[in-house]
């Protein structure tokens, strides 16, 4: 019942299955922020929600009935749990606002889907590198920022009159929001500032921020390289299993082969064991007469 029951959960069309509660579910929840529709089909939107929270919390029993105490092990399946559990919690009272989380369901699909699951397991593997670009890029905008504060401030109180006020025109010149304004109100004073902007954002824009692509990209590589590897062992270990199993079939026909050769021979031994008696009875018989007829004369 169990082996039946872990086929089922893996099987494609069970995936689909989730996967389309999933999308009609985030589908309903999107529709109750609309008052006109909750007007018109509020009952039915709630009755969906009940039935793919009922499908979620089935699938999630029959996962913990198959793999018992390895499913805890797996890190997607805690996940899943979370947000099946807060969608199972009360949205009463001060608990209320876990009304408003029910929409975490929609993530599910990064635990069902599997190309998501890589996207976010390279996430997860880049960042270490990407704390360190975190770092640099912190270190660029806070000496830009006090330079900005001192070369600026009586020019532009209004964005760079201090250093928090400076850091936040600074990240907003890096995300590139407005940046030509900033830079004009400056310039009305200060022509030559142009210089300072140019290359804050060529080293905070067009350097600091592609290092968080490279290695985002550099982990999703090797989590496809992990993969790949992964997949090409399985397809080895079962190579081997199929080459063990023939080079068995192939003993077991030569055993068959070499005991058919026996029992031939031994047939035809017992054949001319046979023949060669019953031509010494009659060798003996036919020498009798013979003997009388000699012995007559």
Do not use: C
């Amino acid at each position: 019942m169990r082996e039946r029951t872990r086929a089922v959960l893996a099987h494609r069309h069970f995936q689909r299955f989730i996967i389309a509660a999933i999308l009609i579910n985030a589908a309903t929840l999107g529709l109750e922020t609309f008052p006109a529709v909750v007007e018109s089909y509020g009952p039915l939107l709630t009755a969906i929600d009940h039935i793919a929270l009922y499908i979620f919390v089935a699938e999630m029993a029959a996962k913990i009935y198959v793999e018992r105490a390895a499913f805890v092990r797996d890190p997607w399946n805690i996940f899943d749990a979370i947000i099946v559990g807060i969608a199972l919690a009360p949205a009463t009272g001060g608990l209320s606002v876990l009304r408003s989380l029910r929409i975490l369901r929609a993530l599910r699909l990064l635990s069902v889907v599997p190309s998501l699951r890589r996207v976010v397991s390279a996430l997860l593997r880049a960042m270490p590198g990407m704390s360190s670009i975190v770092v640099l890029l912190s270190l660029v905008l806070y000496v830009a920022a006090v330079m900005a504060t001192k070369l600026y401030g009586q020019a532009a109180p209004d964005r760079f009159g201090s250093l928090p006020t400076s850091l936040f025109t600074l990240y907003q010149t890096m995300t590139g929001d407005d940046w030509g304004n900033i830079a004009r109100d400056v310039m009305d004073e200060h022509p030559t500032a142009w210089i300072f902007f140019t290359t804050f954002i060529l080293v905070s824009t067009f350097v600091v921020l592609n290092l968080f692509l490279a290695v985002v990209v550099s982990a999703m590589d090797e989590e496809n390289a992990e993969e790949r590897a992964a997949r090409d062992d399985t397809t080895a270990a079962h190579t081997l299993q199929i080459l063990d199993e023939l080079a068995a079939l192939r003993k077991e026909v030569a055993e068959l082969r070499d005991m058919q050769q026996d029992h031939a021979a031994a047939a035809v031994n017992g054949a001319a064991t046979n023949g060669s008696k019953t031509n010494g009875v009659k060798t003996n018989g036919s020498k009798t007469p013979r003997r009388a007829a000699r012995r007559r004369g």
